[in-house]
Every structure is written in C-alpha cells, then in structure tokens.
C-alpha cells in the first residue's frame, strides 16, 4: 500500500504515525512512524492481512497538524 503525501511540504519535515486497526482482530493493529525521504510511504504486503482496516494517519509539519481518518477493505 502506497500513502502520498503532499509534494507541497518538504518529506523530512513531515513527522507523525499511521495507525492500522483491524476491527475483527485487535492482535493485527500496528503503527508505524513517519519518517520519509521522498513524500510517501510504503506499508508492505507481510503487515496486511484480507479484510476491513481502520486507518489513521496523524501529522504534521512545523506546527501544522493533519489527520486522515479512513475505513478501507484490502
């Protein structure tokens, strides 16, 4: 799974967390930092399993805050 940042802010700027919740299956939920060198990250296929996760990724850039919260089926 591929996430894109913004081109507008510089990657090393951008600092936060993706959240990955499993509704059906706490055991699966993960969290990874953001730490980029180019405006997006890669969540590779060993971390996901078929089915519904609950997505939030919270950012931000100096003091800008940004929040992304989705529901999607993999």
Known sequence: ML???PAEFKA????GTINFQ????????FQI??????NEAMIGNDRLV?????????WYVG???FLLKQTLSY
């Open 3 to 5: 996430i894109k940042f």
């Open 12 to 15: 090393s700027d951008i600092k």
């Open 22 to 29: 499993r509704p059906s299956n706490n055991q699966l939920d």
């Open 33 to 38: 930092p953001i730490n980029l060198t180019k």
């Open 50 to 58: 078929e089915g519904i996760w609950d997505v939030k990724i919270d």
């Open 63 to 65: 003091k800008q805050t």
